[in-house]
């Protein structure tokens, strides 16, 4: 796939080939604090790649051989207001990245025109007082921050359309059946509160892009979601007999739920159990078996 092109910038100023022959290149002086950003376009097959330090931005659109099509670069937004590089949409061959404050109610949105080499910014403050923030989705047309609104069964969107504009949808389950792992009765904030440390946080839900291998570590965890353009899938499987899964409809911003239940091993105590599932292809995967 074209996504598996790109390798960690090739030390973030050159683009070689794999015997090492220079392709293309383009002079990138940084700072320390580096971080870098790509935006994938499978149907033009171009790549932007954003690459920052403590300074500056710059911006580099590269097409499918790797090739240095235009860049543009920018003054840093201020690291004091935002901490980092957080997700993206693009229109044709322009890109509009979003950069975030640590808590995430700020939100500055930077829009690079190739075509006219402007880069423009506008920032967005979001009212996320009462409300934990899940994860960020990013696609071709919008990009999008999940949170729960505390002690509820609300899920809040804040979505950020390819003019940078921003609403809010609300998404409210109704009766739902969540279990912690230990079968206590719980609401949609409690399931995600839930501490199953020690390789997941409270809130912590990993995000898993099955167009890329998914690591051993990352498939583990216990609370994981799938996103796509229709729809963001979230199973939960920290109780071992189930796996608890809501869908999130991302044309009418409507949520459904189901439980799957896993199979039956006979044991003396659950302890003894491990499971946990994967989505891939509209299908479910489960797998259970006794720890050790």
């Known amino acids: 796939m074209f996504k598996k092109l790109l390798f960690v910038l090739l030390f973030l100023s050159?683009?070689?080939s794999f015997s090492q022959e220079l392709v293309n290149y383009t002079p990138i002086e940084l700072k320390n604090n580096r971080d870098v950003f790509q935006i994938v376009n499978n149907d033009k097959k171009e790549v932007t790649l954003f690459v920052s330090d403590k300074i500056?931005?710059?911006?580099?659109?590269?097409?499918?051989?790797?090739?240095?099509?235009?860049?543009?670069?920018v003054k840093r937004p201020d690291r004091k207001k935002f901490a980092e590089m957080i997700g993206y949409n693009s229109t044709n061959s322009n890109a509009r990245l979003f950069w975030s404050s640590k808590d995430r109610s700020l939100i500055l949105s930077q829009f690079y025109d190739f075509e006219t080499g402007k880069i423009?910014?506008?920032?967005?403050?979001?009212?996320?007082?009462?409300?934990?923030?899940?994860?960020?989705?990013?696609?071709?047309?919008?990009?999008?921050?999940?949170?729960?609104v505390t002690e509820t069964n609300t899920l809040k969107l804040h979505v950020f359309d390819q003019d940078g504009d921003h609403e809010t949808k609300t998404i409210t389950l109704d009766n739902p059946r969540?279990?912690?792992?230990?079968?206590?009765?719980?609401?949609?904030?409690?399931?995600?509160?839930?501490?199953?440390?020690?390789?997941?946080?409270?809130?912590?839900?990993?995000?898993?892009?099955?167009?890329?291998?998914?690591?051993i570590a990352d498939g583990a965890k216990k609370r994981k979601c799938y996103f796509s353009d229709k729809q963001?899938?979230?199973?939960?499987?920290?109780?071992?007999?189930?796996?608890?899964?809501?869908?999130?409809?991302?044309?009418?911003?409507?949520?459904?739920?189901?439980?799957?239940?896993?199979?039956?091993i006979v044991t003396q105590t659950r302890s003894e159990l491990n499971s946990n599932s994967f989505y891939f292809d509209n299908k479910f995967y489960q797998n259970k078996k006794r720890s050790g």
Do not use: C, H, W
């Not at 911006?59 to 790797?66: G, Q, S, V």
């Not at 279990?179 to 199953?196: A, H, Q, S, V």
């Not at 499987?237 to 189901?258: A, G, M, P, R, W």
């Open 14 to 16: 050159s683009l070689f």
């Open 56 to 73: 500056k931005v710059k911006a580099i659109l590269l097409n499918d051989k790797m090739q240095i099509i235009d860049s543009m670069s």
């Open 120 to 148: 423009t910014a506008q920032e967005t403050t979001l009212l996320i007082k009462n409300e934990k923030v899940l994860q960020n989705f990013s696609s071709k047309e919008k990009f999008y921050i999940l949170t729960i």
């Open 178 to 215: 969540f279990y912690t792992k230990d079968y206590t009765k719980t609401d949609l904030y409690g399931i995600f509160e839930e501490n199953l440390l020690p390789f997941e946080t409270p809130f912590s839900l990993q995000n898993i892009v099955t167009e890329n291998p998914t690591s």
């Open 232 to 264: 963001i899938t979230i199973t939960f499987d920290s109780n071992v007999d189930y796996t608890q899964v809501l869908t999130i409809d991302l044309k009418n911003f409507t949520i459904s739920e189901k439980v799957i239940r896993k199979p039956i």
